[in-house]
């Protein structure tokens, strides 16, 4: 006879029902990360997106088997800076990771770094964005931050003809197809070969879909939306309707491409008899504003919900069964390092400035009045008010320099139309949204100063356009990580 545990005790041994074998003192869990670009949460068929309904049945079925954080938050919402906040577990303040295509610098401490220290093999496919040299150019492993596995670029939305690096070969190579497909392919390669090892993995697929281009989409998907058909959300003002209808097509058809290759990944897992012991967690890095609030569709960088609200599904078995568990408790960027760390058991080092949210899972009534930090630095000159703000469970309360922008009720006003700021009826909750954002930025160490105050105290060059500029012969510019 044979007891079977989940996590914990003394020997394994072959479920009769399963493929799988159970280990009772199981390895380390492997960790699947995937990483999507410009996913809103509120695209996704589970969150009833009416243009999504029952055609995303893996996503949908991952939600319904899976830990659904609802109220997952990008810190900064672009794409820099919160591949740096995921990698590090700390604020792009504390970072100086507060831009777009800057370099994040080789001394700072890492997720693959981390968990390669345990014992994990470590593996990244798709798009990277943190390396500051170039979107098309060669990372070669020492700016790699710890993965040792690598078929990357900078940066690429060329999807039907995305290029890559593989390994130490600093030639250019492209992916067959459809970009994404063939990376998950590769993802899938690398699981069947490292599934029987001894060694846990950690393999992040990062794509750079849905982000805009969105006519490169596969057209089998296009064809499913009808301009005409769409629906957008009651947030987009008339002016908007029909660029925002004809970009949906396109950004909709990404996702069931993408939904289709969640769906091979997680068959992969279980037909190589790893699903039980691994942690698979899908998310994006911000979302997509797509005309709410008269923003213009393929925008991000504000602070409204279509753009800082992001999915984040996690799935683990071993630990959680598979059953559906929501999470409302909100989860933001520099809580994810620690929270993956904390259910691989493996300890939280204390220059991680976001909280492990594993806790939460299990008892979803802990940190319900958890407050997430939202902020911006503005680093296009003129494009963007810099900002900072705070989402909790129920509100959302921003400010820029010239003093509060909004508060919204997002439990009443899931459209955020009503804002509540400077209502008398509302003075107190303001009053009491300020102390909440004052004591976040505090934690911190961040006094919310101008942009060029940011741009001085880590010796950034900006160009006429004010982005970061790289001369031919120019050094990755980064900051110098204080640890």
């Keep these: 006879m044979c007891l079977i545990i989940c996590i914990g005790v003394l020997s394994s041994c072959k479920n009769k029902n399963s493929k799988e074998t159970v280990t009772t003192k199981a390895k380390k869990p492997n960790i699947v990360y995937v990483l999507a670009d410009q996913w809103r949460a509120q695209a996704t068929g589970y969150n009833g997106d009416p243009n999504l309904i029952g055609k995303m049945p893996n996503l949908d079925r991952l939600a319904a088997q899976g830990v659904n954080f609802k109220n997952a938050i990008s810190v900064t919402p672009v794409c820099t800076p919160y591949r740096a906040a995921l990698l590090t577990g700390q604020y792009p303040t504390t970072t100086g990771m507060i831009f777009n295509d800057l370099h994040l610098p080789e001394e700072s401490v890492t997720l693959a770094e981390l968990f390669k220290d345990s014992g994990y093999k470590t593996g990244y496919i798709g798009k990277w964005h943190l390396d500051g040299m170039g979107r098309f150019d060669y990372t070669p492993p020492e700016r790699r931050q710890g993965f040792d596995y690598w078929k990357a670029l900078e940066c690429s939305h060329d999807y039907n003809n995305l290029i890559y690096y593989e390994g130490d070969d600093s030639e250019k190579k492209k992916w067959e197809g459809y970009g994404p497909y063939a990376e998950t392919q590769d993802a899938i390669s690398y699981i069947q070969k490292n599934a029987g090892d001894d060694e846990p993995f950690l393999m992040v697929l990062a794509w750079g879909a849905p982000h805009f281009p969105h006519a490169s989409a596969p057209k089998e998907f296009q064809e499913q939306f009808n301009e005409e058909d769409i629906i957008l959300r009651g947030n987009v003002a008339d002016d908007m309707k029909a660029i925002a209808k004809k970009e949906a097509v396109g950004y909709y058809a990404h996702m069931l491409a993408l939904d289709k290759c969640i769906g091979d990944l997680e068959k992969a897992i279980d037909a190589a008899g790893i699903s039980e012991n691994t942690i698979i967690v899908f998310t994006s890095d ?183 500029d790289y001369g031919k012969d120019s050094k990755p510019q980064g900051p110098k990580l204080n640890k």
């Design 286 to 468: 911000h979302g997509e504003m797509l005309g709410s609030h008269s923003v213009k569709p393929k925008q991000k960088q504000v602070p409204w919900a279509e753009s800082v609200r992001v999915p984040f599904l996690l799935k683990y078995p071993a630990r959680f069964g598979n059953k559906k568990i929501e999470i409302e408790a909100p989860i933001n960027v520099p809580d994810i390092l620690p929270t993956l760390l904390s259910l691989a058991d493996l300890p939280v080092p204390e220059f991680v400035d976001g909280e492990s949210m594993a806790e939460v899972i299990t008892n979803p009534e802990l940190k319900k009045d958890k407050a997430t930090l939202v902020m911006n630095v503005s680093p296009f000159a003129g494009k963007s008010d810099e900002y900072r703000g705070v989402y909790t469970s129920r509100y959302a309360y921003v400010k820029t320099l010239d003093g509060p922008l909004f508060l919204f009720d997002n439990e009443k006003d899931t459209l955020q139309m009503n804002n509540l700021i400077n209502k008398p009826e509302y003075k107190e909750l303001q009053e009491e949204m300020e102390v909440v954002l004052q004591k976040e930025l505090s934690k911190i160490g961040d006094e919310f100063r101008p942009r060029q105050y940011y741009i001085d105290k880590w010796n950034y060059n900006l160009n006429a356009a004010g982005y970061i």
